[in-house]
């Protein structure tokens, strides 16, 4: 069965960097779309950034452009978010997902908690 | 940007109620249009993609409709299980975005 399972996530200060991973399992990886969706604490769901199946391409959210940066390795069936000059605005639970039929979300994994505090 | 704007933002109802949450985008998305249903603590769960199509596993009571601007989530008749907050999400440009969320909530 598909899994998604996400680690990487804790607490860190303002200014600094977090890398999240996201091991897949259960299908084809290297022929998805894959993408980072964030939840803050109470709040509703944002997309953050998306991976073309073969990572040639990647778009992103305009309130991470600059600072996050989505990549894979289809080799180990692992996501990634590399997560710079964290913000308390950050703080969220990050998910990935894996895009079906043109980008809906189609398998969720249990997301990870990133809290950025001083 | 694409704006996503659902209404209402919550809703109560009873166990058998028909409800019907209303997402609008702020430009036409033809039918790129997916709908997700979350539970407190849990990921999210895909229902309706394409703005119609019911994903796999998914209870027949929940049907999708709408195209260009305006779309509609329907749930048939409540169930106990169906009291969750659901999300519309716009997936014709980036960026993907969703709207801001309907709770559905025990009357």
């Known amino acids: 069965q598909v899994q998604l399972v996400e680690s990487g996530g804790g607490v860190v200060q303002p200014g600094t960097s977090l890398r999240l991973s996201c091991a897949a399992s259960?299908?084809?990886?290297?022929?998805?779309?894959m993408h980072w969706v964030r939840q803050a604490p109470g709040k509703g769901l944002e997309w953050v950034a998306i991976?073309?199946?073969?990572?040639?391409?990647?778009y992103y959210a305009d309130s991470v452009k600059g600072r996050f940066t989505i990549s894979r390795d289809n080799s180990k069936n692992t996501l990634y978010l590399q997560m710079n000059s964290l913000r308390a605005e950050d703080t969220a639970v990050y998910y990935c997902?894996?895009?079906?039929?043109?980008?809906?979300?189609?398998?969720w994994g249990q997301g990870t908690q990133v809290i950025v505090s001083s | 940007d694409i704006q996503m704007t659902q209404s209402p933002s919550s809703v109560s109802a009873s166990v058998g109620d028909r409800v019907t949450i209303t997402c609008r985008a702020s430009?036409?998305?033809?039918?790129?249009l997916a709908w997700y249903q979350q539970k407190p603590g849990k990921a999210p769960k895909l229902l309706i993609y394409?703005?119609?199509s019911l994903q796999s596993g998914v209870p027949s009571r929940f049907s999708g409709s709408g195209s260009g601007t305006d779309f509609t989530l329907t749930i048939s008749s409540l169930q106990p299980e169906d009291f969750a907050t659901y999300y519309c999400?716009?997936?014709?440009?980036?960026?993907?975005?969703f709207g801001q969320g309907t709770k559905v909530e025990i009357k």
């Open positions: 997902a894996r895009g079906f039929e043109g980008d809906h979300l189609d398998y």
């Open positions: 259960g299908f084809t990886f290297s022929i998805y779309g």
């Open positions: 991976i073309w199946y073969d990572g040639s391409n990647k």
């Open positions: 430009q036409g998305i033809s039918n790129w």
């Open positions: 394409a703005a119609s």
């Open positions: 999400q716009q997936i014709n440009s980036f960026p993907r975005t």
